[in-house]
């Protein structure tokens, strides 16, 4: 189903999940994880990429901190511990390890050259600023909390760019989300899709707001995305 492999860079070696579609070569799709690491949800995300044609890999952010962070149980531990990694996460160094990634991902031999992005809350911020860093052919961001902070870069994207923001999400404010929509507006390469009554990580596939119609018409959505701008 997946495999664990190895990105190095000048700062050292970090865990890559990977996941391979059964016909190959494939465009590759970079999956940016939340605050619990590569854990199940992950995991899954890069399954259900690879059953649609994608190879997947999804990068361990937090290893500068602490490698290989697992968390599933959603205790309050498990919360407490995840938003204590979010805070003391360098988003910079977050968006170095995403191209180094992405140059993984290129590199592969099943690969046809074309990688996408696409991340959840931490990961879907991630995906923004990595659409806005660097060559990515693509992107599809699922509720990136703190996006707003950054919506001066949001004319540097250049690559075919979704999000996703669920009208009722606790952590983006209607404010918030109405900055982002007008900065991704203004920008002909992005598209906002708005999901009504869908909280914050409607489309985790166990969260306690998961959203299964809501989940699947965003996927469906980044899918069609990724098939249109990763092609051959």
Request: aromatic letters at 10%.
């Amino acid at each position: 189903m997946g495999e664990y492999q190895e990105v190095r860079t000048d700062d050292g070696t970090f865990a890559v999940y990977v996941a391979m579609p059964a016909k190959t070569p494939a465009p590759a799709v970079v999956v940016v994880q939340e605050i619990f690491g590569i854990n199940e949800d992950m995991r899954e995300t890069c399954h259900e990429l690879a059953e649609q044609g994608f190879i997947a890999l999804c990068p361990d952010l937090f290893w500068r901190q602490e490698p290989r962070v697992e968390l599933n149980n959603w205790s309050e531990d498990e919360w407490k511990k995840g938003f204590e990694l979010y805070s003391a996460f360098d988003r910079d160094l977050g968006v170095q390890d995403a191209e180094a990634t992405i140059a993984m991902a290129r590199s592969l031999p099943e690969s046809n050259g074309k990688v996408g992005v696409m991340g959840f809350c931490l990961g879907g911020l991630m995906t923004f600023l990595t659409a806005a860093r660097t060559n990515v052919d693509a992107a599809a961001a699922y509720y990136g909390g703190e996006t707003d902070k950054y919506l001066d870069e949001a004319s540097a994207i250049h690559a075919p760019t979704i999000m996703h923001l669920g009208t009722e999400d606790e952590f983006i404010s209607p404010e918030a989300q109405a900055a982002i929509k007008k900065a991704m507006t203004d920008n002909s390469n992005a598209t906002v899709h708005s999901y009504p009554g869908c909280n914050h990580a409607f489309a985790r596939h166990t969260g306690h707001h998961y959203d299964s119609a809501a989940a699947e018409v965003a996927n469906l959505r980044t899918y069609e995305l990724f098939r249109r701008a990763l092609r051959d």
